[in-house]
């Protein structure tokens, strides 16, 4: 069969189409150019994102020692409720940025790589 395919000229005259010819003279260099620079904005992504990460925690746990001591303030309010409803709005506040930031860093995508199958 490989003896066929050869001797074919409709295959021949195909293979002879499928020449691929570059018309720049610096594809190489361009194409490693490029290679380069995703390689840089992938290292720049992944510093960031790690640094996102630090600095989530680091809100995080700021927002939940503030959470904890909103109720020890009594004495700066004149009412127990104003208190209260400080705590619950910041309660609210922060859930949501924590929910937000959460959902931006688990859809956000890393260039140049591919998420596995």
Known sequence: ???SISNDKKFSEIM?????????????????????IGNQVRKTVVKNRSISIIFFLIGTALGLII????????????SHNIT??????????????????LE?????????VRPKA
Request: aromatic content about 20%; glycine content about 2%; hydrophobic content about 45%.
């Open 67 to 78: 959470n904890f001591n909103l109720p020890t303030f009594n004495d700066l309010f004149y």
């Open 16 to 36: 002879k189409k499928s020449i691929f010819c570059i018309s720049n003279e610096n594809f190489e260099d361009d194409l490693m150019h490029k290679i380069e």
């Open 104 to 112: 931006k860093f688990l859809s956000s995508k890393i260039p140049g």
């Open 1 to 3: 069969m490989p003896d």
């Open 84 to 101: 209260e409803n400080i705590s619950l709005y910041f309660q609210i506040i922060f859930t949501a940025f924590m929910l937000f930031y």
